[in-house]
């Protein structure tokens, strides 16, 4: 009888650790997403806070389970982050995960950014500092200073990449890795190449950017960058649209009047002579290559083709620039209003 009683309360005690162990070890995290999500930390956060962000977002039902895994692995300090969540994870393994601070980082894509504005905006939606703080951090030039760009030149660094920063980070480390980025561009035969051009490589970018909004054809790049350094030689004003596009910060204008070209701006090139004192846009690489690799011409002018087929003509003198705008100008005419408008 005695061995009975023995062998029920080991079998009760076994299926008791199985169930623990079970609960701890097998798989307990829920996951609405049939791949993955994420469970976010933020800065200062308390275990208190951890749970209930865990509770809320029905990554678990109960805390009973966490809090075993908790003493188990002996995890206390709560390190803030993103941390992957995947379908058939284990509370031990959930625990681990936040004990080693092992987040996942966030995959911060630029493509073409236009502003200051538009990079907090992005920095804002994808990390914990929100756009407010990026903003005041890329207006500040005492902050940016280190960092070899001002307020007006920031966007520069900016470059088209992909960069892979963690989601608890600070604007200032966010601008940390892209001014990295931009090191590691510039190359010393980047910077050869734009002095003999008589440009800093913020000037090329900025350069390159105006053409990078003057056209989506590549082949036509590195002459529209010609012209413009042709232009910049002979101390003639760029008169390049995009710019007074972006002095009126007004990005929808399809075609830019005379009363545009009042606006009171150092990026109006119609009125200044030389360079805007900073980038229109996020440049893409290969423009600011076309600016240093453009080549020799004495091409003042260009003017979008009558063809309509994104590409462009280029001149010499002034009446042959008015005779193929003329020409763009007529076929324009003939379009109907929808299509003027694209």
Known sequence: MKKKI?????????????FVAYKIFGPSIHVKDKDATYLFVKTGSSMDDVKKELLDKEFI??????????????????????????????????VRLLRNGKQTPVNFVITKLRTKEDLARKAGNQFECDSLQFIQFVNNNDSLSQFEVDSTTVMALALPLTYTI??????????????RAWKDFWTEERKQKASAEGL??????????????????ASDRPNVASVYLNRIAKKMPLQADPTIKFALKDFSLKRILSGHLQVLSPYNTYLNIGLP??????????????????????????????????????????????????????????????????
Request: charged fraction near 20%; glycine fraction near 2%.
């Open 6 to 18: 023995f062998l029920f309360i080991v079998t009760i005690l076994v299926l008791i650790a199985a």
């Open 277 to 342: 004192p900073g980038p229109i846009c996020t440049p893409q690489t290969e423009t600011i290559n076309a600016v240093l690799d453009a080549p020799k011409t004495d091409y003042l002018y260009f003017v979008a083709n009558s063809s309509f087929d994104g590409s462009h003509i280029f001149t010499t003198n002034y009446d042959d620039h008015m005779k193929y705008a003329r020409e763009y100008q007529a076929a324009l005419n003939k379009l109907p209003d929808s299509a003027k408008s694209k």
């Open 61 to 94: 039902s109960t805390t009973t389970w966490f809090n075993q895994a908790s003493k188990i692995l002996k995890y206390k300090n709560v390190r803030p982050g993103r941390y992957k969540m995947t379908k058939g994870m284990s509370v031990f393994e959930l």
């Open 166 to 179: 963690n989601w608890n980070t600070t604007p200032k480390k966010i601008i940390q890795q892209l001014h």
């Open 200 to 217: 800093t490589p913020l000037q090329v970018s900025t350069l390159a950017s105006i053409i990078d909004e003057e056209t989506n054809k």
